[in-house]
């Protein structure tokens, strides 16, 4: 399975990789320009986001089923006073069991996922 993000559109995506045709397709309610990290049954993903826009994006870390694409939770972050975007634009890390966000303020999160 590919797991995709995507920015306007707000989703992350699950994508048969012998055809492309989408399995699963879910608002995450921000810029998802970072590739999902993708574990067991989890599939995490980190937004970035502004109220500035024409669509409202919102940055967030969340979590959605790895089959489904069924939204497990979201944290939203609050928006920037300093710029334009919040949140987060890279792709997720995992390392000795922790998830790890690099922030565009400069800030680093890392939390152990829940599954």
Avoid: C
Wanted: aromatic content about 14%; proline content about 6%.
């Amino acid at each position: 399975m590919l797991y995709v993000g995507s920015s306007d559109y707000r989703s992350v995506r699950a994508l048969r990789p012998d055809n492309g045709s989408l399995v699963w397709d879910t608002d995450v309610f921000g810029w998802s320009y970072g590739t999902p990290l993708v574990l067991e049954k989890t599939v995490y993903y980190a937004t970035a986001g502004t109220p500035n826009y024409m669509i409202k994006q919102i940055p967030s870390l969340g979590a959605l089923d790895r089959k489904t694409g069924a939204l497990k939770w979201r944290h939203e972050l609050p928006y920037s006073k300093e710029g334009f975007m919040s949140g987060y634009t890279n792709s997720l890390a995992y390392a000795n069991g922790n998830i790890i966000a690099a922030g565009v303020n400069g800030t680093i999160t890392a939390f152990r996922p829940p599954e």
